[in-house]
């Protein structure tokens, strides 16, 4: 009986680990993206690119013009 508890504990254990999700397989979530939002999110992107490298100097401190993120 004790040898059967081990076992069901250990099943009980490892069970969920091996059993997983399912098979989902890759997804893409801009295929049905409204095109106007992932130009606006490029956009965004884009901008908050632009700020964070004009708010750094060469040696990747900030600039002293650059506002504080205080």
Sequence with gaps: MKNFIRVFALAIFFLPTMVGCGD?????IVENADKNA?????RMVAE???AMSGAMNSEGTPAPDAPSAE
């Design 38 to 42: 992932l130009a606006e999110y490029e």
């Design 24 to 28: 989902s397989g890759p997804t893409n």
């Design 48 to 50: 908050d690119s632009a």
